[in-house]
C-alpha cells in the first residue's frame, strides 16, 4: 500500500490538487495499484483559525507514515507575512532535509513557447536547484528599522555537504537518463567565496563522471543562453536563489506555470511534490485555474515511487490533451479546472 500525504493549501491550490487526486484515483483503478492518500488541513484557514501552521509532530508523521507528500500552493492576502506558507513550505524542505529541488523543463507543444522557431526538441532539459541553503536560510536582520538610517541584512549560506550532493545528484541524473552535457552555474566572478566553494567542489565531481560534458556558465550567461539556444542543455546546476529564478524563466519557456512541476527529493527521506505556481489567490473559486502543473507533479511522485509506467501514461495523456486543445486558456483552450482534469482522467483510460 502505497500512502501520500496531501497538503491542498490555499486559493488555486485546493483546486487544482482535487483535479490531481482525480487523476491519481484513475490510474490507481486502471493500475490495480494500491494508493491511500491522507489529506491535511495545514493552511491559511486553519493558521486563522487556532494558529496551527506545521504541528509538532508533522514530520514525524510524514518520515513514518507516508511514501511521499503532495503539496498544493501556499499562500493567503490575509496573512501578508505569509508566515504559516514559510512555516509549512520550508519546514517541510529544511526538517526533512529535502535538498534536490528539481524542475524539468519540457516543451510539450510547440506552439506554447514564446520563443520563435523553436520545437519539443529543443526545450528539454532539466534543474536541479539546491534547496536547502543559500539565502533561503533564514540568517539576518533588520537594524534601526523604519528610519532613515535602516540596515537589512540576509545572510547566504553554502557548504561543501550541501554543494557536493546537489551536484551529485545532478551528474546521477544525466547518466541515469544517458544525457550528454550537465552545466554548474554560479555568479563566482562576482560572489568570491561562495563562488570558490562551489567551483572546486564541481571539478572534484565532474571528474568522478567523465562519461557527461561538464560545463560552467555564470548565472546572467546562462540566462541569455536559455532564451538564445536552450537545446545545448540537458542538466543545470545550480544554487537556491539561481535556481528559483532561472527554473521560472524555464517555466515560461515551456509554456508558462500552468504546467510546471517539480519534487523535493532527498532519496533518504519522504519526498514532496508541488505546482511551480502559487496560490493566485484573485483566481480562487472561479473554476479557471491550470491542473496540469499538479498533474504532472503526480507524474513525478508516480516516477519517483518506481511507478514508471504510470508516470509515461500521465506524460503521454497531458501532451495528447494541450494537442487537441482539452485545456485550460492559458495554454490554447477552453475548459475549466474541473473540466481539463475530467478530459485528462477520460484520455488516460482510452490510452491505458
Known amino acids: 500500500m502505497t500512502r501520500i500525504a496531501v497538503i491542498p493549501g490555499d486559493g488555486i491550490g485546493t483546486e487544482v490538487i482535487a483535479e490531481a487526486l482525480k487523476l491519481l484515483k484513475t490510474v490507481a483503478e ?15 484557514e486553519r ?11 508533522a514530520l514525524d508523521r510524514f518520515r ?26 520550508f519546514g517541510i524542505r529544511f526538517g526533512l532535509d529535502l535538498y534536490a529541488n528539481i524542475r524539468p523543463v519540457k516543451l510539450l507543444d510547440r506552439r506554447l513557447t514564446p520563443l520563435k522557431g523553436a520545437v519539443e526538441h529543443d526545450i528539454d532539459f532539466t534543474v536541479f536547484r539546491e534547496n536547502t541553503e543559500d539565502l533561503y536560510v533564514g540568517i539576518g536582520g533588520i537594524f534601526k528599522r523604519d528610519t532613515p ?26 547518466v541515469k537518463h544517458e544525457l550528454k552535457r550537465l552545466t554548474m552555474s554560479d555568479k563566482s566572478n562576482a560572489l568570491h567565496y561562495s563562488g570558490d566553494l562551489w567551483q572546486r567542489v564541481f571539478v572534484e565531481v565532474s571528474r568522478r563522471y567523465p562519461q557527461i560534458e561538464a560545463e560552467h556558465m555564470y548565472i546572467d550567461a546562462l540566462a541569455m543562453m536559455l532564451v538564445k539556444e536552450p537545446s545545448r542543455f540537458d542538466v543545470i546546476v545550480t544554487s537556491n536563489m ?46 479557471i485555474a491550470n491542473p496540469f502543473a499538479a498533474i504532472l507533479s503526480v507524474q513525478m511522485m508516480l516516477e519517483h515511487l518506481g511507478f514508471r509506467n504510470e508516470a509515461s501514461l500521465i506524460e503521454a495523456t497531458i501532451r495528447e490533451c494541450i494537442r487537441e486543445n482539452e485545456c485550460t486558456p492559458d495554454i490554447g483552450g477552453k475548459l475549466g479546472t474541473r473540466e481539463a482534469g475530467d478530459a485528462v482522467c477520460r484520455r488516460i483510460q482510452e490510452l491505458a
Not at 540596515?151 to 551529485?168: D, F, N, P, W, Y
Open 149 to 174: 538610517d535602516e540596515i537589512a541584512i540576509q545572510e547566504s549560506v553554502s557548504t561543501r555537504k550541501g554543494v557536493q550532493r546537489i551536484l551529485e545528484a545532478g551528474f546521477s541524473f544525466a
Open 47 to 57: 493558521y486563522l483559525r487556532d494558529g496551527t501552521s506545521l504541528p509538532t509532530d
Open 242 to 287: 539561481f535556481g528559483d529564478i532561472i527554473s521560472d524563466l524555464g517555466a515560461q519557456l515551456q509554456g508558462g506555470l500552468g504546467i510546471a512541476a517539480s519534487a523535493n527529493i532527498n532519496p533518504e527521506s519522504t519526498c514532496m511534490f508541488e505546482p511551480v505556481h502559487g496560490s493566485a489567490p484573485k483566481f480562487a473559486g472561479r473554476n
Open 64 to 89: 513514518s507514515e507516508f511514501d511521499a507528500i503532495l503539496l498544493g500552493a501556499l499562500g493567503d492576502p490575509r496573512i501578508p507575512d505569509m508566515k504559516h506558507a514559510t512555516d509549512i513550505l
Open 30 to 44: 486502471l493500475s490495480g495499484k494500491e494508493m491511500e492518500t491522507v489529506e491535511f488541513d495545514y493552511g491559511a
